[in-house]
């Protein structure tokens, strides 16, 4: 789900305090499980469709929600939404793609590199967002850990596949490299997800607006999507209603309500901080729920990218330290 600032903020929110910090930290650990639950029942029910009905579910909930607070979406913002609902929806028809190829920990972290293409494409549109230092130097950082992740597994799947003498490992790596760079599109979808609502009217829009563009581009473009793909799978047992049940009412819903909560009353800045934590939960529980193992090139690629992306959210933090650095020694 895609992480948006709303602008319906007080006009000083504060600094972090405990409860943000914890509420923060909750949210990452539940967003990292959003790709681990669709992948964990995806034998018994098609990711595809499981994020086209968790879609439907948000848009029923949120609609309720903005009907009780009178709030009507304006008609001028229409034709930005609808672009925004669709490169959401392109964002979860490659997550799902890419779930049924790779490991879910590897979704996880190419996903969340969605700020470093938001990042950049924001550095070209808007002169508020120019890129100083350390932010190149994390997007340089990051993108040189996807590249070690990329290659650096390749070879080690090469090296595994001599080994064995069988050619089902090349199969199963090059089906692992394409889910992986599926998972990296989906990235750059959300980046452009981000860019749309910042670069058009939907930057005055109330976050809940925003929220349901989404949720719909999700679920008109993804349901006939799995009709037209057959992937349709969907077992009524009671483990697939409880993930179904976590992913509408608590992804889709309940999480982001929070999230722009948190937005209302903190600064945006000091939350975006907490951007890396989400695919480091992902693979830390993709490995302990899921069993799913990891390649010495694909950990250090995946440091490389968290280290990355830390810098290019926290920025002005690593700035002020570095100016603070600087006076202590005196090399200012």
């Not at 943000?20 to 018994?44: D, E, R």
């Not at 009907?67 to 609808?82: K, L």
């Amino acid at each position: 789900m895609t992480l948006q600032q709303s602008t319906a903020q007080p006009a000083s929110p504060g600094p972090l305090d405990a409860r943000a910090v914890a509420v923060m930290t909750l949210l990452c650990v539940l967003w990292s499980l959003q790709q681990i639950s669709l992948k964990a029942v995806a034998g018994q029910a098609s990711p595809m469709l499981l994020v086209a009905l968790r879609s439907l579910i948000g848009v029923v909930l949120l609609a309720a929600l903005m009907a009780r607070r009178a709030d009507v979406p304006a008609r001028s913002r229409w034709p930005a939404g609808a672009l925004a609902g669709g490169l959401f929806a392109l964002e979860y028809l490659l997550v799902t793609a890419a779930l049924n190829l790779t490991q879910a920990s590897h979704v996880v972290v190419f996903l969340y590199t969605a700020p470093l293409f938001a990042a950049l494409g924001l550095h070209w549109r808007l002169p508020a967002e120019r890129l100083n230092v350390v932010q190149w130097s994390g997007i340089g950082l990051a993108f040189g850990g996807i590249t070690l992740a990329f290659l650096g597994g390749d070879v080690m799947a090469g090296v595994q596949t001599s080994s064995h003498g069988s050619g089902a490992g090349v199969t199963s790596a090059a089906q692992s490299l394409l889910g992986d760079a599926l998972a990296l599109l989906a990235g750059a979808a959300w980046g452009a997800t981000t860019i749309t609502i910042r670069c058009s009217n939907l930057a005055q829009a109330p976050a809940t607006e925003t929220l349901l563009y989404q949720l719909l581009g999700a679920f008109v473009l993804l349901l006939p999507a799995a009709v037209f793909t057959g992937q349709l799978h969907f077992e009524p047992v009671p483990v697939v209603w409880a993930h179904l049940a976590f992913q509408a009412l608590i992804v889709s819903f309940a999480s982001f309500l929070a999230w722009f909560w948190l937005l209302r009353r903190y600064l945006a800045s000091q939350l975006g901080v907490f951007s890396f934590l989400t695919p480091l939960f992902g693979v830390v529980l993709g490995v302990w729920l899921l069993g799913e193992s990891l390649t010495p090139p694909f950990e250090a690629g995946s440091a490389l990218v968290l280290g990355g992306i830390a810098l290019v959210s926290a920025h002005g933090a690593v700035g002020a330290l570095l100016k603070r650095w600087r006076l202590v020694s005196g090399t200012a």
